[in-house]
């Protein structure tokens, strides 16, 4: 399904200024027709200018009556439920409509679709993509020219004529150059899996200059490394034809693995790593109760911080995660600092709150929900090792976390009768601490397979390295 979508403002840029559209109309599309539409003036609660009056020919005294942007947000919402957001120069379009709902503290996010760009591709070599020009140039007539509905209507029959040239539109392709890409990853591809063997590590991709282009780990790394030349990923396929060479490093354990991977590439940055590439945490959740005794959340930067829940490398990150919890866990905006003190939650409008905000839920059945969470997210004990196999038959692994952080991993031989959690941490690498390396060993821990052994109050007895 798709949302085509055109507004109307009182303004020219989409840096953020409450009540700046003026009209709205939505044409929701199944990819044959339309199938549904809804259209309205807004009142934007400020002044609309002669300039913007006489383009849109929309006046201060027509939408003086005309419901508020917070009104018909939960109809656009609805209307664009599960829809690709289409329209002509979709970044002013969403844009707008973004930063309107980010003033009500939701998070409005859609896939997009941008007819202009749609249009220089498959019709190119026009003199102008505006959709005035475009659509004259084509033989669609507008009726209602910077009107939400007249310019929808036109976008919406450009989009169909689109989707037809773009049926019968041929997929070129550079056959020389992958031809050659193919001939040469195939002969490289039985080198480099003769390389890698069927076991827990992670595994280093080398170019020519033996720089490191990739770093992955896999339980099986040289099945993973088979999934790599079966990728029919454009990215991928390019990434195969700067390949040269490779190295690993066996860790028996995959929580080793995945500690492991994380600190590679950050210390190496390789050009094909797309994740975990950043060393500075900026942001975190902090978690504390208020005078009333209702459990917050609150974004603020490292150097604010009281008590962490989790750390991210931007605001938009942490906002992203926060927002999620709101959905999951029915949270308030206003208990996790994303609205003013005063201000009514959007969310409980639009019933996604239960109501802490207005006196309708009781804290303690609030803050069941927020507990969950922070359990979710905490050790079990401040200072644990986790047990696991090694490299080999006869050696045991282990990873520590001190004072509630991960604090590094290492090896000894399976026979070694441990009874000190001393013994332990003297077998234990020290590694560079990354506030993500917490997240994976709290993620990995979930699944409930290895030996917790808790270094706060350790086992008497002499067998309690034994898993």
């Not at 200018?49 to 003086?64: K, R």
């Not at 591709?121 to 475009?134: A, F, Q, W």
């Not at 821990?445 to 290895?450: A, E, M, S, V």
Request: proline share 3%.
């Amino acid at each position: 399904m798709f949302a085509i979508i055109d507004i109307e403002t009182c303004a020219g840029k989409f840096e953020f200024r409450k009540g700046r559209i003026t009209e709205i109309c939505i044409l929701k599309h199944d990819g044959l027709s339309v199938v549904d539409k809804f259209t309205t003036l807004v009142n934007p609660e400020c002044n609309i200018s002669p300039y913007f009056a006489g383009l849109t020919g929309i006046t201060n005294e027509m939408v003086a009556d005309a419901p508020k942007f917070h009104e018909i947000a939960h109809k656009i919402i609805e209307m664009t439920e599960g829809c690709i957001f289409v329209a002509h120069n979709v970044g002013f379009d969403y844009g707008f409509i973004k930063e309107e709902f980010q003033s009500l503290g939701y998070k409005y996010k859609r896939d997009t679709l941008c007819t202009v760009r749609l249009s220089r591709k498959l019709i190119p070599g026009r003199i102008s993509y505006s959709l005035g020009h475009l659509c004259a140039s084509l033989g669609i007539e507008i009726f209602g020219r910077h009107r939400a509905e007249g310019d929808a209507v036109a976008t919406a029959q450009l989009f169909d004529l689109l989707i037809q040239l773009k049926a019968q539109h041929p997929q070129y392709k550079n056959k020389g150059v992958e031809e050659i890409m193919v001939r040469r990853v195939d002969k490289i591809k039985q080198y480099i899996l003769n390389k890698l063997p069927e076991e827990c590590g992670v595994y280093y991709f080398l170019n020519q200059e033996k720089e490191i282009i990739y770093v992955g780990k896999s339980n099986n790394m040289y099945n993973r490394a088979i999934s790599h030349f079966n990728s029919d990923q454009y990215k991928g396929k390019k990434m195969l034809n700067e390949l040269y060479d490779v190295d690993f490093v066996a860790t028996g354990s995959e929580l080793i693995a995945l500690l492991l991977e994380s600190e590679e590439i950050k210390k190496h940055k390789p050009k094909y790593n797309r994740v975990r590439k950043s060393e500075n945490f900026s942001h975190c959740i902090d978690h504390f109760r208020d005078k009333s005794g209702i459990i917050r959340f609150k974004i603020v930067t490292s150097e604010e911080t009281d008590s962490p829940l989790l750390w991210f490398t931007s605001y938009s990150s942490a906002r992203e995660r926060l927002e999620n919890w709101l959905e999951e866990y029915n949270l308030c905006l206003r208990y996790c600092g994303l609205t003013d003190e005063e201000a009514q939650c959007f969310n409980h409008q639009i019933k996604k709150c239960n109501g802490i905000c207005a006196g309708e839920e009781e804290i303690k059945e609030y803050n069941k929900r927020a507990i969950k969470i922070v359990q979710n997210f905490s050790f079990p004990q401040k200072s644990f090792a986790i047990l696991d196999k090694g490299r080999h038959a006869n050696e045991h692994s282990v990873v520590l976390v001190e004072e509630s952080h991960y604090a590094g991993y290492g090896y000894f031989d399976s026979f070694e009768p441990i009874t000190h959690a001393e013994e332990l941490k003297g077998y234990v690498k020290r590694k560079t601490f990354y506030h993500d390396s917490d997240d994976l060993v709290r993620h990995f821990l979930k699944q409930g397979k290895q030996k917790v052994v808790n270094l706060d109050t350790p086992p008497a007895d002499r067998s309690f390295t034994e898993i």
